[in-house]
């Protein structure tokens, strides 16, 4: 079993759908959690960075994480065609070494 | 401002060879990571410096990879003798603190390795 655990999809949506993005884990020890975005040929680009339990709003995006449960979330609102990517959560216990899913790919269609 | 940027983007080697990935983090970050990251997979920890020091090196996955950052700023990924499973994206990131911690990791575009 992996550390992190995320359906590799594909997620297909229409524009203005809520997207709900989830990984879940098993190593209690982690206590920070990422989500990055992945453009295709292009590197993971940063959107959101969460620490311990609760939730975290920026703009159409919000983090939740429920450590008691080892699950966390991304919400995208009003999706847009631009949000199509690949999502990765990534998560740490403190450390510089991240331990990342594999990665969700996201389709919005216009 | 500029970014972490790596070059070159794309290298087809032939089983054998051995290839350099080059990597520019942002300037004034201390901290710089190299990731592999196969088709379809998430990145996986390679090795770390902090500065021109190599800190970390437990995710290199075997001898034939060495990793170099000899003045503190530009890294060199080195893979001697290439194999058909070392084709994968080899993704650079950089961070401005020591140790990092939990740090924000800035990554380039990645090389995407082709071996033959």
């Known amino acids: 079993q992996k550390e992190v655990e995320q359906d590799p999809g594909p997620l297909s949506v229409p524009e203005g759908a809520i997207v709900s993005l989830n990984c879940t884990y098993s190593?209690?020890?982690?206590?920070?959690f990422m989500w990055y975005r992945q453009y295709s040929r292009k590197g993971p680009e940063l959107l959101m960075y969460?620490?311990?339990?609760g939730n975290k709003e920026d703009g159409r995006f919000t983090a939740q994480v429920d450590k008691s449960s080892k699950y966390i979330s991304l919400f995208i609102r009003d999706s847009q065609p631009s949000d199509s990517a690949t999502y990765l959560c990534?998560?740490?216990?403190?450390?510089?070494?991240?331990?990342f899913g594999t990665g969700t790919r996201l389709k919005v269609l216009a | 401002g500029a970014g972490v940027s790596q070059s070159p983007r794309y290298k087809v080697a032939k089983r054998g060879q051995d290839v350099a990935l080059r990597c520019d983090p942002i300037?004034?970050?201390?901290?710089l990571f190299w990731y592999q990251q196969a088709l379809g997979q998430g990145p996986e920890f390679l090795t770390y410096?902090?500065?021109?020091?190599?800190?970390?090196k437990s995710g290199l996955p075997s001898d034939r990879f060495f990793a170099e950052r000899p003045e503190g700023s530009v890294s060199t990924l080195k893979i001697q003798r290439t194999q058909q499973e070392d084709s994968a994206v080899y993704l650079c990131a950089s961070s401005p603190r020591r140790l990092a911690g939990a740090d924000t990791q800035y990554f380039g575009p990645g090389t995407r390795l082709t071996v033959l």
């Open positions: 300037s004034g970050h201390v901290s």
């Open positions: 190593n209690s020890a982690f206590q920070y």
């Open positions: 969460t620490y311990s339990s």
């Open positions: 990534a998560m740490s216990g403190g450390t510089y070494k991240y331990i």
């Open positions: 410096f902090q500065n021109e020091a190599q800190l970390d």
